[in-house]
């Protein structure tokens, strides 16, 4: 079994910056991807980020490119969100999430953090 659990989120103003942070315990040996995703409401899930677990490899939702990174520590089982240059747009209930499987930027995660809340405004 496997848990994730989130820190981070908060208020922000426009052009701000915030860090979330997912640490995974349990079976952890079991997971080869991680990553982020967030929910607006009324709004689907949707992906933002997400990185291997071995090679480190990584992926961005075009709307965070080049604002947003992902990084892990892969002997702690912990990832991290690094949010830059925020917008309203980037309002969203944030997600960690993480598989055996890589999904890229899919939902098929099987594990989920508790989600944390993030407001630009």
Sequence with gaps: HVQLVESGG???QPGGSLNHSC???GKTNVLNCMG???QAPGKEREGVAVITRIHGGTEYADSVKGRFIISRDSSKMTWSLQMNS???EDTATYYCAADLLCY????????????TQVTVS
């Design 86 to 88: 925020l917008e309203p």
């Design 36 to 38: 982020w995703f967030r």
């Design 23 to 25: 640490a995974a315990t």
């Design 104 to 115: 890229e930027l899919g939902t098929g995660y099987k594990y989920w953090g508790q989600g």
């Design 10 to 12: 908060g208020l922000v």
